[in-house]
Nanobody, 121 residues
Framework: QVQLVESGGGLVQAGGSLGLSCAASGRTFSRYAMGWFRQAPGKEREFVAGINWSGGNTYYAASVKGRFTISRDNAKNTVYLQMNSLKPEDTAVYYC??????????????WGQGTQVTVSS
């Protein structure tokens, strides 16, 4: 069972940047596509970015395309999300998880605690 720990969230002004990290335990991390999800208050959790096992393919939701960049380092069992040009509507708790495809799908692992991102206007 892979355990996931997200970090790097915080409070930032609109237009600013934040970098999130997701550290995974377990030797099987590199076999899986990984995704970043977010959940805003009162809304469903949504898939925002995905990356395949090698890092060679990525996917972004329309709402973040061109502003967010997902990457991974299999040697460090870590996946990253660089968020630029942040908007107040990006405010949410951000989670990572294993996914069946870099384009999305039902998450395969247990959820971590997430990391809060708050963007002020």
């Amino acid at each position: 069972q892979v355990q996931l720990v997200e970090s790097g969230g915080g409070l930032v002004q609109a237009g600013g940047s934040l970098g999130l990290s997701c550290a995974a335990s377990g030797r099987t991390f590199s076999r899986y596509a990984m995704g970043w999800f977010r959940q805003a208050p009162g809304k469903e959790r949504e898939f925002v970015a995905g990356i395949n096992w090698s890092g060679g393919n990525t996917y972004y939701a329309a709402s973040v395309k061109g502003r967010f960049t997902i990457s991974r380092d299999n040697a460090k069992n870590t996946v990253y999300l660089q968020m630029n040009s942040l908007k107040p509507e990006d405010t949410a708790v951000y989670y990572c998880n294993l996914v069946p495809s870099y384009t999305g799908g039902a998450p395969l692992g247990s959820w971590g605690q997430g990391t809060q991102v708050t963007v002020s206007s």
